[in-house]
Structure formats: structure tokens, C-alpha cells
T-cell receptor, first 113, second 118 residues
Framework: GQSLEQPSEVTAVEGAIVQINCTYQTSGFYGLSWYQQHDGGAPTFLSYNALDGLEETGRFSSFLSRSDSYGYLLLQELQMKDSASYFCAVRFISSGSARQLTFGSGTQLTVLP | GAVVSQHPSRVICKSGTSVKIECRSLDFQATTMFWYRQFPKKSLMLMATSNEGSKATYEQGVEKDKFLINHASLTLSTLTVTSAHPEDSSFYIC??????????????FGQGTRLTVV
């Protein structure tokens, strides 16, 4: 099966930088995604890494090391609106349905003024 | 980006009744749709994978007779919670995968449905 580990909570102040780590175990690894979810809302896509290295999208960056089964999401210049849950998700190839997603348990980020 | 519409956003029903939730891909064709369930402060748990024109594939522990899934077209999948009980109260979210592989790196989620069974 698949398993992912990420911290349950992270707290930081406005303007700071925060890194949310994710380690995973899976067979048929295809890529690592990050999603943001505000309370009561649906997950929204942030980034996707299929290859090793850093992907940058504005204030958010995501990193993947396939050899270490590890990735992280880096949030810079934190804003109050960044307070949300962040999920890493592995995309993997299964026999029943190619490229399924399995989500981590989520990291609750609280941004303080 | 691609849009997935899920309806209704909230529903309250009496115990023993059935509830249907719709998931539509508005501007793309979705060969596969996924149904998730999420408890408060918890992760999204995959319930089933729905492929257009074929039977859904359910995850272990999910009762297929209780959670009926129909994927009748490339733009619509429905989840029916039959004989709902209070323990079925949860947040249900669908996602769709595009037929266009170029935008297949992300999953497109519906807005979610908050089901409360009283």
C-alpha cells in the first residue's frame, strides 16, 4: 500500500518562510503533489513534482527527492490567508486504475500576525 | 483550469433516506472520477474510482451497496448514499481526471458536499 507522513501542525508568523516535509512509501511512484484546503472548502492544487528538484510557483515552491522518498513544500512571505491545511499526495500506478492519488494526513498551518 | 462542479454543497436528510450527490466536469471530459470522504481535521480517504461506462472500483472497507456510484457519461458521476445513518455524516468530495493527458498532473476537485444525517 501507500503511506505518507507529514507534520500535523506548523505555526509561523506573517512574512516568514515555512517548510512542510513529506515522506512517502509507495510502489509505482509517479509523482508528488501538494494541495491546500481551507476549512469547509475543497482541496486546491498547488504543485506537482515528477522529477527530482525544485519547482517554483510564485511564493510556493515544492521539492522532490525520489531516492529519499521525500519532498517538501516551501511557503515564502507568509500571509494570513495561507492559514489552511496542506496535503501531500502521491500519484502512483495501480493495477486497477492508473495514476491514483493517496493523500497524507495533512499539516495544519497557522499564520500569526 | 478545468472546473468540476459538485452539487449539492450541503444536505441534511433524515435517517433511512437516500441522498444523491452529483459531480460534473464542466469544460473537459473526465474518463475517471474519484470519490473521497473526509472527516473533520482528517485526510481525504478514497472511497471509489469511477470509470465512464463501467462499474466503479471500491476501496477496501467501502460498502458498494451503500454507496452507489454511477458514471453514465464523460462529464457526470453520481454518488448515492442509500439508507443513510448518522455515521454517514461527513464531507464528500469528488475529483475528476481529464482525458487530456497534458493536464493530467493535477486532480480537479469539486466543491464538496457536507452531508448531515439526523
Amino acid at each position: 500500500g501507500q503511506s505518507l507522513e507529514q507534520p500535523s501542525e506548523v505555526t509561523a508568523v506573517e512574512g516568514a518562510i515555512v517548510q512542510i516535509n513529506c515522506t512517502y512509501q509507495t510502489s509505482g511512484f509517479y509523482g508528488l503533489s501538494w494541495y491546500q484546503q481551507h476549512d469547509g472548502g475543497a482541496p486546491t492544487f498547488l504543485s506537482y513534482n515528477a522529477l527530482d528538484g525544485l519547482e517554483e510557483t510564485g511564493r510556493f515552491s515544492s521539492f522532490l527527492s525520489r531516492s529519499d522518498s521525500y519532498g517538501y513544500l516551501l511557503l515564502q512571505e507568509l500571509q494570513m490567508k495561507d492559514s489552511a491545511s496542506y496535503f501531500c499526495a502521491v500519484r502512483f500506478i495501480s493495477s486497477g486504475s492508473a495514476r491514483q492519488l493517496t493523500f497524507g494526513s495533512g499539516t495544519q498551518l497557522t499564520v500569526l500576525p | 483550469g478545468a472546473v468540476v462542479s459538485q452539487h449539492p454543497s450541503r444536505v441534511i436528510c433524515k435517517s433511512g433516506t437516500s441522498v444523491k450527490i452529483e459531480c460534473r466536469s464542466l469544460d473537459f471530459q473526465a474518463t475517471t472520477m474519484f470519490w473521497y470522504r473526509q472527516f473533520p481535521k482528517k485526510s481525504l480517504m478514497l472511497m471509489a474510482t469511477s470509470n465512464e461506462g463501467s462499474k466503479a472500483t471500491y476501496e477496501q472497507g467501502v460498502e458498494k451497496d451503500k454507496f452507489l456510484i454511477n458514471h453514465a457519461s464523460l462529464t457526470l458521476s453520481t454518488l448515492t448514499v442509500t439508507s443513510a445513518h448518522p455515521e454517514d455524516s461527513s464531507f464528500y468530495i469528488c475529483s475528476a481526471r481529464s482525458r487530456d493527458r497534458e493536464i493530467d498532473t493535477e486532480a480537479f476537485f469539486g466543491q464538496g458536499t457536507r452531508l448531515t444525517v439526523v
